[in-house]
């Protein structure tokens, strides 16, 4: 499951409104939909909640009444306003959440490709731990919980849509091609625009997505009808994940 619920904040979601409230209050908003939720999955699934630092606190604090917290994952959103009396805001969080501790994990399946700045060789002077490519030099890395390689949709991406808080289909790329296989179900309880849905549906998952505003949900129709015309999910080329402005073999555009 995937949800990414409002933040606690004073925002408008085209027609409904959400109002900024305590930390406690929020909490016990947070409890009234996930202690329902809980009870459609299976004792293998894994769940992660999105959140910023205002409402992160409330969501570890709720989801280990129900769930095993397994990480917190940040990442960085590359863009946002400055603050003259305050650090400017530029990441959220994603809770990484199991129901028990039998639960799937392909860490292969997303690795990074990252650029070498400073290349070590071995003692016969071969590249040691990453190869020379036609566009660089590039090192497989394992994950870490720290994501500074996503793009927050904007007008010219293909997947942007007029949503206020879309995520990356990249982001939700690696969090179902982690904690998923080939089949499985994807689920979630606050589906806007469809990006969760989309990205299982390009990833050969089935899928599962709950909107309460007509408009997004047609959004989500439209991005489900496209994707059966073009699967590319971009930053995501030759089965690893690619960082912010490096290229791809296959596409030679960057990511």
């Not at 969760?196 to 390009?202: E, Q």
């Not at 129709?221 to 089965?239: E, F, N, T």
């Amino acid at each position: 499951m995937f949800a990414d619920p409002p933040y606690n904040l004073t925002k408008n979601f085209n027609e409904r409104r959400f109002k900024k409230t305590s930390i406690n209050e929020y909490a016990k908003w947070l409890d009234s939909w996930l202690s329902l939720t809980i009870r459609l999955l299976k004792p293998t699934a894994s769940v992660y909640i999105c959140g910023d630092w205002e409402s992160s606190a409330a969501i570890h604090r709720v989801g280990e009444k129900y769930l095993i917290p397994r990480n917190r994952i940040t990442w960085e959103r590359e863009k946002g306003r400055g603050a003259k009396s305050n650090w400017k805001k530029c990441s959220e969080d994603v809770w990484f959440f199991t129901v028990s501790d039998d639960y799937y994990f392909d860490v292969e399946a997303v690795r990074l490709k990252r650029q070498v700045l400073a290349p070590y060789t071995d003692g016969n002077g071969a590249p040691k731990d990453w190869k020379e490519t036609d566009n660089g030099r590039f090192r497989l890395t394992h994950p870490s919980n720290l994501w500074t390689d996503l793009t927050v949709p904007y007008w010219s991406m293909p997947e942007n849509t007029d949503h206020p808080t879309q995520k990356p289909e990249k982001l939700l790329a690696k969090i179902i091609l982690a904690s998923s296989q080939s089949g499985d179900l994807v689920f979630d309880p606050f589906n806007g625009s469809g990006t969760t849905t989309v990205v299982a549906k390009k990833l050969g998952r089935r899928y599962l997505g709950i909107e309460v505003e007509d408009k997004y949900c047609c959004f989500a129709q439209k991005r489900l009808d496209l994707a059966d015309q073009c699967s590319v999910i971009q930053g995501y080329a030759d089965g690893v994940f690619w960082e912010r402005n490096t290229f791809s073999k296959q596409k030679r555009k960057p990511f």
